[in-house]
């Protein structure tokens, strides 16, 4: 089992930066990939990014593309959103999530999730 917490949501004005971590533990031995979703109010979950064990490969929804980077530091267990030039339509439940296969994370699967966090942009 491999949990996983965010953290670092909040409000932040259209523009502004935010980095949210997702902190993995429990069977963390294992190489899985990590990703980022989103579900705003009244929509359904949707694929932000996700990058691979090793970190030589990142996918982006194309909503975000140039403004997110996604990274991970292996020797801390920790997943990072770096998002920049956020705009109200960012704001949502960012969640974090972990499988094996990248590909999976691309079709919007994954074996482990954590609980979210909420990032809110004003205008």
């Known amino acids: 089992q491999v949990q996983l917490v965010e953290s670092g949501g909040g409000l932040v004005q259209a523009g502004g930066p935010l980095r949210p971590p997702c902190a993995a533990s429990?069977?963390?031995?294992?190489?899985?990939?990590m990703g980022w979703f989103r579900q705003a109010p009244g929509k359904e979950r949707e694929f932000v990014a996700a990058?691979?064990?090793?970190?030589?490969?990142?996918y982006y929804a194309d909503s975000v593309k140039g403004r997110f980077t996604i990274s991970r530091d292996n020797s801390k267990n920790t997943a990072y959103l770096q998002m920049s030039s956020l705009r109200p339509e960012d704001t949502a439940v960012y969640y974090c999530?972990?499988?094996?296969?990248?590909?999976?994370?691309?079709?919007?699967?994954?074996?482990?999730w954590g609980q979210g966090t909420q990032v809110a942009v004003s205008s």
């Open positions: 990058i691979s064990w090793g970190g030589g490969f990142t």
């Open positions: 999530a972990a499988d094996p296969q990248t590909n999976s994370l691309r079709s919007g699967k994954a074996d482990y």
């Open positions: 429990g069977r963390t031995s294992g190489s899985y990939a």
